[in-house]
């Protein structure tokens, strides 16, 4: 029930960050208790960090789980099966020299 780091594989669409994840997985469970969530994509030298709150997707296959099976599948050339954990960012911040060029953006 506390937060804590986890790798995990997710495409954006639609304005969306989209990962899978099991029902039963530690993660996923804390996530049905609290959706707050901050997600940090790699690469480490190019940083984006993502706020906002967690969400599942339909379990059938509805156009938006469609629409991330398609982008898993280009990006990890596979299809991913639903359901999905769907975040909106609410704030971001992203850098590529922290010193030159850190970037806050509010959504």
Do not use: C
């Amino acid at each position: 029930g506390k937060p804590h780091v986890s790798a995990v594989w997710g495409v954006w669409v639609d304005g969306a960050l989209y990962f899978g994840g099991g029902p039963d997985v530690r993660w996923s469970k804390n996530l049905r208790a609290g959706p707050q969530i901050v997600v940090h994509l790699e690469p480490g030298d190019q940083v984006v960090i993502i706020e906002g709150s967690a969400e599942r997707t339909a379990d059938e296959e509805d156009s938006e789980v469609l629409a991330v099976q398609k982008a898993y599948e280009k990006k990890y050339g596979m299809r991913h099966p639903a359901p999905f954990w769907r975040v909106r960012p609410v704030l971001a911040f992203g850098w590529t020299d922290f010193s030159k060029d850190p970037t806050r953006w509010n959504f």
